[in-house]
């Protein structure tokens, strides 16, 4: 399955590891579409594009009647929403990746990475948001198809928000192989919601036929074309059972989709994993997913009939490990994985795990990269960028000075995380870092602790400081089964070239079959030495 390699240096063990020392910028920017801009969350036009969130949130959400909609116009309707391509595997290998679709430096740096270690795979699956910012059909030739255009196998998807906006309609062509405008509904909330929402509401664009016919020729093998059969599907893969589920915009299930899940969940004996737009873990806590009509998905996930060993979940973007130990001794894996090419968000911003009242989860078994100390240093230096004015300020003979004012070196950012949460900093070197007074007044500016006053650097999202160079902080999994054993591998992918050859492994978790029939999980033999925990 996974061949025996030279172990890497990851960010858990040196900065180096991180990509905070890239001498050579890898070789993905060859790959980027000539002529296109970074994608940028300032631009007001992508918001606008992404309205849909804001009016589904105030005058009601219409998803679950319009995946209904879908659903009811599709020719496996009556049937089970499985795909059996891989049933009679003994063995299979699944890569995974979230929130991928930026199509600028952030999402193609993951590419080279990709194709060296999950290249070989059966299959890849994408959880939550192929396409930023709204989904459009002609989105998808630069967001989809070029950058996995030398990926040999199937990729198969669930939607995230963003892929709502354009209310499913470049996902389902793409996807589903299904063109057709989206069904009308009237949706959910009193007559005057209904008015406003439908008159803001974004429509579909209409995909241009040259575009759809020319980034198809990018993916022109049928192993390569292979359509699913709806926005919610389970993948009979051998060994396993995938499950994929969709969240639409707010991150509940309809009715119907609850059915399905619980129907597909009780009948196949086999281990299954979970794979869902919106993490059931995440930040510190527990989103266990509602179902219309009552009752949630992790309820779902958590019965002992359902044989349940994992669930992997897109929406934010970074790496979480949750190791969720069950009042009967079962241990159920929660992941999230949206680190494939968007914006990042931050880690420095999750509490202590042992303080944050999740039951069966400690800090111990709990992992997220980028580390909590690295999140805050690069956060740092963006927010330097932003509030340095750029090339102007840089003109103007002042912007280095603001740069180096702001930004807060990777070994005294673990420092700092390393007091608030009372945890010692992971890697060694950073435990004797001396932490200066500017770093302590940028750090309480950028990121006050619980109870101080925000100032008004706080507004400042995730989305406004994107960033399109090393260290990116990118991250994709990649999933192996056997009858016995079931290996996921999370790589990083920095934008450095020595990594992009050789993606650092960030985390390693392994489940074995035990005489019983039930899973066990393991970390402790992929652990580097000396290395406890995330600061």
């Known amino acids: 399955m996974i061949e025996a390699q030279t172990r890497r240096v990851s960010s858990r063990e040196s900065p180096a590891g991180a990509g905070w020392h890239c001498r050579h910028p890898g070789n993905f920017r060859a790959l980027l579409p000539h002529g296109d801009r970074p994608f940028s969350w300032i631009n007001p036009v992508p918001l606008w594009r992404s309205r849909n969130d804001t009016l589904a949130r105030l005058f009601g959400d219409p998803t679950n009647l319009m995946r209904r909609g879908w659903v009811g116009t599709l020719p496996g309707r009556h ?3 499985t795909v059996r391509d891989y049933a009679e595997r003994s063995e299979i290998s699944v890569a995974v990746l979230g929130d991928t679709g ?3 430096g952030s999402q193609y740096a993951v590419v080279p990475g990709l194709l060296k270690e999950d290249g070989a795979t059966d299959f890849a699956f994408i959880v939550s948001d192929v396409i930023y910012p709204a989904g459009g059909i002609d989105d998808y030739e630069n967001k989809f198809y070029r950058p996995y255009q030398d990926y040999p196998g199937p990729i198969y998807a669930i939607p995230g928000n963003h892929d709502w906006y354009d209310s499913l309609t470049g996902f389902m062509f793409n996807f589903c192989g299904v063109l057709r405008r989206a069904p009308g509904v009237v949706g959910p909330g009193p007559v005057w919601k209904r008015l406003l929402r439908d008159l803001l509401w974004r429509r579909a664009p209409r995909g241009q036929e040259s575009v759809i016919e020319r980034m198809q020729k990018l993916r022109p093998s049928p192993e390569q074309r292979k359509h699913q059969p709806g926005p919610y599907l389970a993948i009979d893969a051998g060994p396993v059972l995938l499950v994929g589920i969709d969240t639409g915009i707010i991150g509940d299930i309809d009715r119907d ?8 969940s009780s009948t196949s004996p086999k281990p299954k994993i979970l794979l869902t737009g919106k993490a059931l873990y995440v930040n510190g806590e527990h989103h266990p997913g509602p179902i219309e009509g009552g009752g949630t998905v992790d309820d779902i996930v958590l019965d002992p009939a359902h044989n349940y060993i994992a669930a992997i979940g897109g929406d934010i973007h970074n790496y979480q490990r949750y190791p969720v130990t069950l009042e009967d001794g079962r241990t159920l894996l929660y992941l999230v994985s949206g680190g494939g090419g968007a914006f990042m968000h931050a880690t420095h911003k999750i509490p202590n795990i042992d303080d944050s ?3 069966g989860v400690t800090e111990a078994g709990f992992r997220c990269y980028p580390l909590r ?5 690069i956060f740092s230096r963006n927010y330097g960028r932003l509030l340095s004015f750029g090339r102007l300020g840089n003109r103007l003979g002042f912007g280095r000075l603001l740069l180096r004012f702001w930004f807060i070196p990777p070994d005294q950012a673990a420092a700092i995380m ?5 945890l010692a900093a992971t890697r060694p070197a950073d435990r004797k870092a001396r932490v200066s007074w500017r770093s302590r007044l940028v750090a309480g500016w950028i990121s006050p602790l619980p109870g101080e006053v925000h100032g008004p650097l706080q507004p400042i999202y995730s989305e406004l400081l994107d960033w399109n160079d090393p260290p990116m902080f990118k991250n994709f999994l990649r999933l192996d089964a056997t009858e016995q054993e079931v290996t996921i591998t999370c790589f990083a992918a920095t934008g450095c070239l020595e ?3 050789a993606p650092p492994v960030e985390d ?3 489940a074995a079959r035990q005489p019983d029939g039930t899973w066990r999980w393991s970390t402790a033999a992929t652990e580097p030495a000396g290395v406890p925990g995330s600061e």
């Open 373 to 377: 100390g690295d999140s805050l240093s």
């Open 499 to 501: 990594q992009e050859t």
């Open 418 to 422: 390393s007091e608030r949460l009372k």
């Open 508 to 510: 390693r978790v392994t």
């Open 357 to 359: 009242g999740l039951h």
């Open 102 to 104: 930026e199509g600028d």
């Open 79 to 81: 049937h089970d929403f």
């Open 257 to 264: 989709q609850g059915e399905w899940l619980r129907r597909v």
